[in-house]
């Protein structure tokens, strides 16, 4: 390469994101926990829309994304002039960091927060400040005190990824009116749906000019591979995100996908329910053969070892049993594996194979 030809300030530090694993050698049915995807999968009536949407793909998509923030605003009860739609909501959070935040700017997270956060901050030139939890809750006094006049911008995720805990509304309303006035706090919701009633922050957006919330259509409806989220903010922030994003940034297939995926709402509602069922039903199990885990309210559990050498002994033995889940070593939790939760026979398979596990080491 041509000598002085140089990225832009913080990009070489950005450690490549690690997927989950979906594949292991020499095994046939493999059971992927590893990414929190939905074992149910996207509802009918999405799949179908994909498929309608395939008889006019040679016409570009609509640039203004108004069916689909229309759908949202419907479900949600938001303002569809504040809803942008993004690839993912990945790129929500991307172009918040790049709109906000650069070279001197601070972006303030927790220890075991989402591993794009930092991610971003390096993309966008900022520093990522890594603040301290309390026993794998975020504090909000820790992130108050975090802030300086050079904090941009605060990520938390509600509930959180890879704790699976969740902090309540009065906590979230004190973090965002004690931030420092050009501090903008963003709500990453994408678990926001498997909690009942949860209003992932909406009301607070609603009645703050400092708060975003994103949201996805990755987990609760089964979309991961079509690439849509979305995020709800003070107009000005939506303006501005609308500046910055590709004007054909979701495509046709992306738009008709998710907006009959948000209109499904007893298929949401079901996959809310049953998640919840099995969630709890594999935390009582591996509780019950001494790998505890916090509360979860997401759609997975983070399973507590005694120690690392635990933790990587028992996701060996799961992978000879052909099931993959998430080592959290990266996230701080070298103690502990992510389990997404799966459908009845997927739990009753990782409790099984965590018990031969406990069993075989006595
Ligand atoms: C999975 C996940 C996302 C979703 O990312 P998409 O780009 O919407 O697929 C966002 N935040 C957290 C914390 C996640 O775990």
């Known amino acids: 390469m041509a000598d002085g030809i140089e990225p832009q300030p913080g990009i070489l530090d950005i450690a490549l994101y690690k997927g989950g694993a979906s594949h292991l050698d020499g095994i046939s049915n493999v059971l992927k926990l590893s990414s929190n995807e939905n074992p149910l999968g996207a509802s009918d009536a999405a799949k179908e829309a994909v498929v309608r949407a395939s008889h006019d793909l040679h016409r570009y998509p609509p640039t203004d994304h108004s069916a689909l923030r229309h759908a949202i605003a419907e479900v949600w009860g938001v303002d569809p002039d504040r809803v942008f739609c993004g690839v993912g909501s990945g790129e929500v959070l991307k172009l918040l960091a790049e709109a906000y935040?650069?070279?001197?700017?601070?972006?303030?997270?927790?220890?075991?927060?989402?591993?794009?956060?930092?991610?971003?901050?390096?993309?966008?030139?900022?520093?990522?400040?890594?603040?301290?939890?309390?026993?794998?809750?975020?504090?909000?006094?820790?992130?108050?005190?975090?802030?300086?006049?050079?904090?941009?911008?605060?990520?938390?995720?509600?509930?959180?990824?890879?704790?699976?805990?969740?902090?309540?509304?009065?906590?979230?309303?004190?973090?965002?009116?004690?931030?420092?006035?050009?501090?903008?706090?963003?709500?990453?919701?994408?678990?926001?749906?498997?909690?009942?009633?949860?209003?992932?922050?909406?009301?607070?957006?609603?009645?703050?000019?400092?708060?975003?919330?994103?949201?996805?259509?990755?987990?609760?409806?089964?979309?991961?591979?079509?690439?849509?989220?979305?995020?709800?903010?003070?107009?000005?922030v939506i303006d501005v995100l609308n500046r910055i994003r590709g004007p054909f940034n979701l495509s046709s297939a992306a738009l008709a996908g998710a907006e009959a995926a948000v209109r499904d709402t007893a298929h949401t509602e079901k996959c809310r329910i049953e998640n919840a069922r099995w969630r709890d039903w594999l935390a009582n199990a591996l509780a019950e053969l001494g790998v505890p885990s916090d509360t979860s309210t997401a759609n997975f559990i983070l399973a507590r070892f005694a120690d690392a050498a635990e933790a990587q002994a028992c996701d060996e033995h799961l992978r000879k049993a052909g099931i993959i889940v998430r080592q959290v070593a990266g996230y701080g939790l070298p103690q502990c594996l992510r389990i997404t939760v799966g459908d009845e026979s997927a739990c009753r398979r990782v409790a099984h194979a965590v018990a031969q596990f406990k069993g075989a080491g006595k």
């Open 101 to 236: 935040a650069g070279p001197g700017d601070d972006v303030v997270f927790t220890e075991h927060g989402f591993s794009m956060y930092p991610i971003y901050a390096h993309a966008s030139g900022a520093n990522p400040v890594v603040v301290r939890e309390n026993e794998r809750v975020v504090d909000v006094d820790a992130i108050l005190a975090a802030c300086t006049d050079k904090t941009k911008l605060v990520f938390i995720a509600n509930p959180a990824n890879p704790t699976g805990t969740m902090i309540g509304h009065a906590e979230v309303a004190r973090l965002a009116d004690g931030l420092p006035p050009q501090a903008l706090l963003v709500l990453d919701g994408a678990y926001a749906e498997y909690v009942d009633g949860f209003d992932a922050g909406k009301a607070l957006v609603e009645s703050r000019d400092n708060v975003v919330m994103s949201r996805t259509f990755s987990k609760i409806y089964g979309l991961g591979g079509l690439r849509v989220g979305w995020g709800y903010g003070p107009q000005a």
